[in-house]
């Protein structure tokens, strides 16, 4: 687990079951398996595509997404991942923020660095290599799946930072 902005936390699923019963967090849990299954319910290949909680369920200090870690950037949702901003966004300013998925390495990881590159400054002037670059320094597991990565780079100019 490592902080990449004051209180947002990046990490895996052991990160999220060590802290899980401690207060003061707010969980995002960026996998559909096992979290977004457990919370929605479903035991078939995915979630109901008429279910109300197909893409995004809330619960009490807690966003699951239905979101598996895919070579295609078809099935990264943009709902989802705008969700997951927001959630950050709404909840930093009173609690500690972990964005957690399985291994910590690709889809929480591209989100944060979407938050960063939407709420901060952070990322101020850089080409989009660059702050990748600047990313990686700051999260050295970040190593995404295809599709994560096209989002991240087909999106970049539709998440930059306004002051």
């Known amino acids: 687990?490592?902080?990449?902005?004051?209180?947002?936390?990046?990490?895996?699923?052991?990160?999220?079951?060590?802290?899980?019963?401690?207060?003061?967090?707010?969980?995002?849990?960026?996998?559909k398996d096992p979290y977004h299954r457990r919370a929605v319910g479903y035991t078939g290949r995915g979630a109901p595509k008429d279910h109300p909680e197909y893409l995004i369920a809330h619960r009490d200090g807690h966003l699951f997404l239905n979101l598996v870690d895919t070579n295609d950037v078809a099935y990264v949702p943009m709902e989802i991942?705008?969700?997951?901003?927001?959630?950050?966004?709404?909840?930093?300013?009173?609690?500690?923020?972990?964005?957690h998925c399985n291994q910590g390495q690709s889809r929480s990881p591209s989100i944060a660095l979407l938050y960063l590159r939407r709420h901060t400054n952070r990322f101020a002037g850089m080409a989009f290599v660059e702050a990748l670059q600047t990313f990686q320094l700051l999260y050295p597991p970040y190593s995404p799946a295809r599709g994560m990565a096209d989002y991240v780079r087909l999106n970049w100019d539709r998440y930059q930072y306004v002051d």
């Open 1 to 31: 687990m490592i902080e990449i902005h004051s209180n947002l936390f990046v990490g895996d699923e052991k990160d999220e079951q060590h802290l899980c019963r401690e207060p003061g967090w707010f969980f995002i849990h960026a996998c």
């Open 81 to 99: 991942v705008e969700a997951a901003l927001e959630a950050i966004h709404r909840n930093l300013g009173t609690t500690k923020v972990l964005l």
